[in-house]
């Protein structure tokens, strides 16, 4: 494996000789993902693919919520919802 190569351009390549193929395996699998493509503002509300609730969703998310906090080093906030910073965006569906 050859750590440092010298690139067309002269500058050193740091990336390893099998990094270009390893590159290229994962364009040729990401090319067979499901995509999906809306028009801005035209997504629909809810993906048709997740079959999950809204309490599963957040139950998912607290704990990764937690971690964030605790790895910040800071406590989780307390004040009230109503005085919570942000605001509401709706769109229309």
């Known amino acids: ?20 193929d390893r590159a290229a395996m994962r364009r040729a699998n990401a090319a067979g993902w499901p995509l999906r493509v809306y028009a801005i503002a035209a997504e629909p509300l809810r993906d048709p693919l997740d079959r999950s609730t809204v309490d599963e969703r957040v139950a998912a998310v607290w704990p990764l919520t937690r971690e964030a906090w605790a790895v910040a080093g800071k406590e989780i906030p307390s004040y009230q919802r109503s005085s919570a910073p942000g605001s509401v965006q709706r769109r229309e569906p």
């Open 1 to 20: 494996m050859d750590f440092a190569e010298l690139n067309s351009s002269g500058k050193v390549n740091l990336m390893d000789s099998g990094a270009k």
